[in-house]
């Protein structure tokens, strides 16, 4: 059974860059059967998919996100992490973790970290 | 580019089958996955693959898919069943896309 903790600030300033990290347990980030990924949920509002990376280090990056996402992994810490840069308060949303099935179901997830964009 | 479409809301008496709905384009031709979110936690993975149950979900929930819409139903809806649903399809053309999702209200 995967567990995923995200870690990183919960408070982050206009135009910066927000920094999260996903620590994988229980399991092997480099196995075949996951992509490791990030979703987000602005407060009240619905689910939307940052970006994903397959333990190659191939990326998939929503598009909107594209120019200012950056997935990566490290398989001797068994960590991901996602960068995004130059922040505004629009991205200020509980970020969580994520591990995808090769099919595309999001089979586990992290609790979830909440960062706030403010200064 | 590819939406999904859910109801906002959808409210059933305990005890009763509720049915929520995912709309797109030919959806049939996409796996359709849906979740659970109960307020102050993360979602939880309750279909996947149209149809299939990961294992600890109920038999309760069953989903299907054909032609543009997906359903995901409760059946011998409970208290406990309360909570925001979403659909979410992912492919080479759409990547991830999750619909807007559900409030099922169980009355």
């Known amino acids: 059974q995967l567990q995923l903790q995200e870690s990183g600030p919960g408070l982050v300033k206009p135009s910066e860059t927000l920094s999260l990290t996903c620590t994988v347990s229980g399991g092997s980030i480099s196995s075949s059967s996951y992509y490791w990924g990030w979703i987000r949920q602005p407060p009240g509002k619905g689910l939307e998919w940052i970006g994903s990376?397959?333990?190659?280090?191939?990326?998939y990056y929503n598009p909107s996100l594209k120019s200012r996402v950056t997935i990566s992994v490290d398989t001797s810490k068994n960590q991901f992490s996602l960068k995004l840069s130059s922040v505004t308060a629009a991205d200020t949303a509980v970020y969580y973790c994520v591990a995808q099935a090769v099919a595309g179901s999001l089979d586990y997830w992290g609790q979830g970290t909440l960062v706030t964009v403010s200064s | 580019s590819y939406v999904l479409t859910q109801p906002p809301s959808v409210s059933v008496a305990p005890g009763q089958t509720a049915r929520i709905t995912c709309g797109g384009n030919n959806i049939g031709s996409k796996s359709v996955h849906w979740y659970q979110q109960k307020p102050g936690q993360a979602p939880v993975l309750v279909v996947y693959?149209?149809?299939d149950r990961p294992s600890g979900i109920p038999e309760r929930f069953s989903g299907s898919n054909s032609g543009n819409t997906a359903t995901l139903t409760i059946s011998r809806v409970e208290a406990g069943d309360e909570a925001d649903y979403y659909c979410?399809?992912?492919?080479?053309?759409?990547?991830?896309?999750f619909g807007g999702g559900t409030k099922l209200t169980v009355l």
């Open positions: 693959d149209d149809s």
């Open positions: 990376i397959y333990y190659s280090g191939s990326t």
């Open positions: 979410q399809v992912w492919d080479s053309s759409s990547d991830h896309l």
